[in-house]
């Protein structure tokens, strides 16, 4: 049986083990290890500083072991830490050349475009506007007083950065959740709401049918949408959720989606 250990974000987690420098907030390190096996599914880790080290003497021993300082953490941060040091062949700053046309104001701009939305709920059409029970807005909508949603984002990880790509999308509330969420809605201690159970009810472009995804909306601070997090399952998106997703494959959103782009 795996040994846990209790993180303040992740809760009761398996135990993993990474060299001092991919503790923190720092990117690009580098991300070292052997292949993970289901025995092991968390083995140690260890920077490209660190990796310099091991195959100057061919591996870790007693020796090579006094070079380096290993910390304890959970698995939860051990992928957070994986995600922002592995080094994709394509990196973030290789877009920075990347121009593109913003639709809603019809400029060029230039470098990644991280943010894509969608301003109803699939299951909105033109036909509910004005109908008794039935609204949208900016922020939450109502469908036949049966459907009830509220508007968030999904965040990718961006693999070997800090940043994420950005899903703004609508998931559905059961009646009493979303009742207790609007009851809240301009408190400024909402935050402290516990996740809601919630469906993925957008269908994203560019992936296999993305409604009804298994998720869980966390209420943020007052001005803020909720974040909604995905559950472990191998729908694409959930894959990129959980592992991250490259610059590459940004790029080849942006270059899907966006109504023109050049290469500059």
């Not at 701009?109 to 894509?116: A, E, I, T």
């Not at 979303?178 to 469906?199: C, I, N, Q, V």
């Amino acid at each position: 049986m795996s040994e846990e250990v209790h993180c303040d974000t992740h809760g009761e987690s398996e135990k993993a083990y990474v060299c001092s420098h991919l503790l923190g907030e720092g990117t690009g390190l580098g991300f070292n290890r052997d292949d993970p096996t289901a025995d092991n599914p968390f083995p140690d880790a260890w920077c490209d500083n660190c990796e310099i080290i091991r195959a100057a003497h061919g591996s870790w021993n007693s020796r090579s072991e006094k070079l380096r300082s290993v910390s304890l953490l959970c698995s939860g941060c051990y992928e957070r830490a994986r995600i922002r040091n592995e080094r994709p062949t394509v990196t973030l700053a290789d877009l920075e050349s990347l121009r593109w046309k913003c639709s809603d104001c019809d400029e060029w701009h230039s470098g990644p475009c991280l943010d894509f939305g969608f301003s109803a709920p699939a299951y909105w059409h033109s036909d509910l506007v004005g109908q008794e029970g039935s609204f949208l807005n900016a922020d939450v909508c109502v469908i036949e007083d049966r459907n009830f949603f509220v508007r968030g984002l999904i965040h990718l990880p961006i693999l070997g950065t800090g940043e994420s790509f950005r899903w703004g999308v609508w998931g559905s509330l059961s009646r009493d959740n979303f009742k207790m969420m609007t009851e809240k809605w301009d408190d400024a201690g909402r935050s402290e709401l516990p996740p809601m159970f919630s469906w993925l009810s957008t269908q994203l472009p560019e992936y296999p049918d993305t409604r009804s995804l298994k998720m869980y909306a966390h209420i943020q601070e007052c001005g803020e949408r909720p974040h909604f997090r995905l559950e472990r399952c191998d729908h694409p998106l959930a894959v990129e959720y959980h592992q991250g997703i490259t610059p590459e494959r940004v790029r080849e959103l942006m270059q899907k989606l966006l109504r023109e782009t050049d290469p500059a």
